[in-house]
């Protein structure tokens, strides 16, 4: 294999698989390294099977747990037997914390978008405009005007199954039909908008085809089945991810070379010509290590691996690692706060039910600090909620053999569960730092973590509950139990902000078009591009930054000026 190529991309994850099937599309030799094993569309060995299916009905073991997921198993609903084959083991890829960080990580190819959560909100100006407004961090260098546009390109390719709702705070998209609210869904709704109208319950804005255009959804896809099995991987398809989408569109044009466990070193630094000439690279398996080397480079290796390759750069131009003059490579670690929300019981509507089991539930979008009527003395910025409506397992206590399995197969009364998300602000002293006196398995110094929620998100979380309890108490909802368990940051998984965009190449690492102030020819378009949080999941965001950034390098390239 060639070692020289027109791109290189860094990472197979959501924006990786977008910015390689740009650069691809725009005729570019792409290389594509992903520091994970392959995994093919469709090798996904748990995807058909029923939960009697798999071993302890899906639990993992504890010894196991202790000696694997040691520091995941903190988070109790994530390792499971359906997905742990996508799961690092923390004993095999460490970190240190100086505060407690749940890193979930899978290295594949496809990285997270395999078993990512799917719901593609937009951003809205008051996203974009918050940091300047509150004085907060520094000043977002683009609106929403300037990825409005590459909203509406991405959107159609990934297929979002969404509701319109004109909210300036969520703005709609370029929908396909939604995976409607079920009767009592539908029922909170209009409870919920009487009594509080400016608080809207929406269907999920979801990346599951729910329905499915051959001449728009390119590559692997197919319609959804609505079997709510997507974390495990989609044998049909269904939802977006790199196996399914990106990944088949980059290689149908020819120019794309995908190579897996390929764990990338260090980005090379050219003093002379003030770019990058290229990256170096260790072979998982054998050790081997080889230099690739290309005209640019896009870094979506996720944000803290970005930022740690980043950092692991150093040269005598760069010291304290690629591109970071500024000194906040590393710094304005943010994630989504959540673990707070309610759950309530809603009588009656024995006849009602649904049917299948549609890969997600309701959505309520933000509708705190939105204007001045919505203004909030306690904290700024805002949170929004996730949840659904369903029936609950009748099992009651004392009945044994068949008139068990009569009553487990009536179905028991409704409950409606909303979980809160809230917005963490770019602090720049929660970072993550690598000690170069430590080493992992490969010789790559070790990533420690230093990030914790402050008093913003702290106060936050107790409107979050309050919120949530007064709108299951609109529905009529009886049994509502409230819930604050403060969660660490990343786990959410929604983990930005390490390589933050912005004006200035004094406070910032990358310039609004996701391109590296000091290293013109080095883009970042993951997470770790982000200037601050938000309250909406971000992957669409991504994916807009990924394609726009693409196609501001190309004109870069074909004017001569990169």
Request: overall charge neutral.
């Amino acid at each position: 294999m060639t070692n020289k190529f027109d791109a290189i991309v860094i990472g197979s994850g959501i924006s990786g698989g977008y910015a390689a099937m740009e650069l691809c599309k725009k005729g570019y030799k792409t290389l594509m390294l992903e520091r994970g094993r392959m995994v093919e569309h469709g090798e996904y060995p748990t995807a058909h099977m029923d939960k009697w299916d798999l071993p302890n009905q899906g639990q993992v073991s504890l010894e196991e747990k202790e000696q694997h997921y040691f520091k995941q198993n903190r988070l109790h609903w994530w390792v499971k037997e359906d997905v742990k084959h996508f799961v690092n083991r923390d004993d095999e890829y460490p970190y240190d914390e100086d505060e407690r960080f749940d890193w979930i990580r899978g290295h594949h190819v496809g990285g997270r978008s395999v078993m990512w959560g799917r719901h593609c909100p937009r951003w809205s100006d008051i996203d974009f405009e918050a940091n300047k407004k509150e004085g907060v961090a520094v000043d977002w260098p683009i609106r929403y005007a300037d990825i409005e546009p590459w909203y509406d390109y991405v959107e159609p390719f990934i297929g979002i199954a969404g509701q319109p709702e004109g909210l300036p705070q969520a703005p709609d998209g370029k929908f396909i039909a939604p995976f409607p609210l079920n009767f009592v869904e539908e029922k909170m709704r209009n409870a919920v908008k009487a009594a509080y109208p400016n608080r809207i319950v929406t269907p999920c804005r979801t990346a599951n085809l729910s329905e499915y255009n051959p001449d728009v959804h390119k590559g692997t896809r197919g319609q959804c089945m609505a079997r709510n099995r997507c974390k495990r991987g989609c044998p049909f398809g269904a939802y977006f991810s790199t196996q399914s989408a990106t990944l088949p569109v980059a290689r149908e044009t020819g120019n794309l070379t995908l190579q897996s466990d390929s764990i990338v070193m260090e980005i090379i630094y050219d003093k002379d010509k003030k770019a990058a000439s290229g990256v170096k690279v260790k072979d998982a398996n054998t050790g081997l290590i080889t230099e690739y080397y290309a005209r640019i480079i896009f870094c979506n290796a996720s944000t803290v691996g970005t930022a740690a390759i980043l950092l692991n750069s150093r040269s005598e131009t760069f010291p304290n690692g690629l591109g970071n003059t500024s000194g906040e490579l590393g710094h304005n670690l943010m994630d989504h706060h959540y673990g707070m929300g309610a759950s309530g019981t809603l009588e009656g509507y024995d006849e009602e039910y649904y049917r299948g089991r549609k890969p997600k539930g309701f959505f309520i979008p933000p509708f705190t600090n939105i204007d001045e009527n919505t203004k909030q003395k306690d904290y700024i910025r805002n949170f929004s909620y996730q949840g659904g409506a369903s029936r609950a397992t009748n099992a009651p206590t004392g009945v044994i053999g068949a008139d068990l399995k009569d009553e487990i197969f009536k179905p028991g009364k409704w409950r409606i569960n909303m979980e809160c998300f809230g917005e963490i602000l770019p602090y720049h002293d929660n970072r993550m730092y690598l000690n170069f006196d430590k080493k992992d398995k490969h010789g790559m110094p070790i990533i420690t973590f230093d990030a914790k929620l402050r008093e913003n998100e702290l106060k936050m979380r107790e409107h979050g509950v309050k919120a949530a309890i007064e709108m299951l108490e609109a529905a009529g909802c009886t049994d509502i139990r409230g819930r604050n368990n403060v969660t660490a940051i990343g786990a959410c998984i929604h983990e930005m902000g390490t390589a933050r965009m912005g004006h200035d190449p004094k406070t910032s690492v990358l310039n609004k078009w996701n391109q590296m102030h000091d290293v013109p020819n080095v883009f970042v378009t993951d997470g770790a591009c982000m200037t601050s949080a938000g309250t909406q999941n971000p992957s669409l965001t991504y994916m807009a930054l990924a394609a726009r950034a693409v196609d501001y390098a190309d004109k870069q390239i074909k004017s001569g000026k990169l």
